[in-house]
């Protein structure tokens, strides 16, 4: 059985930075692909970033590149996001999620309980 818990969301200001983590229980965790996904209130999740079993390759969507940074940490079971210079668009609550097959594109097969990033105007 795989787990995800978030944690690091909370309310920053704009142009302020959190760092999300998520810690991966699990025997073959360190073989997971992983990514971070968002949604906001009315709106549909969407992608912002993943990171491939080795940390080698990592991809980031547009609307988060140059701000936002995907990491692992496989010797600790952990996945965090670097958010630098937030936007109140931003805001959404965030989850992190695991593939097992080691693909980046999904699909994930494992979701945390999510975590909320509110940045203030």
């Known amino acids: 059985q795989v787990q995800l818990v978030e944690s690091g969301g909370g309310l920053v200001q704009t142009g302020g930075s959190l760092r999300l983590s998520c810690a991966v229980s699990g025997r073959t965790a360190s073989s997971y692909a992983m990514g971070w996904f968002r949604q906001a209130p009315g709106k549909e999740r969407e992608f912002v970033a993943a990171?491939?079993?080795?940390?080698?390759?990592?991809i980031h969507a547009d609307s988060v590149k140059g701000r936002f940074t995907i990491s692992r940490d496989n010797a600790k079971n952990t996945v965090s996001l670097q958010m630098n210079s937030l936007k109140p668009e931003d805001t959404a609550v965030y989850y992190c999620?695991?593939?097992?097959?080691?693909?980046?594109?999904?699909?994930?097969?494992?979701w945390g309980q999510g975590t909320q990033v509110t940045v203030s105007s």
């Open positions: 990171i491939s079993w080795s940390g080698g390759s990592t």
């Open positions: 999620a695991a593939q097992p097959k080691g693909s980046m594109v999904g699909p994930y097969t494992y």
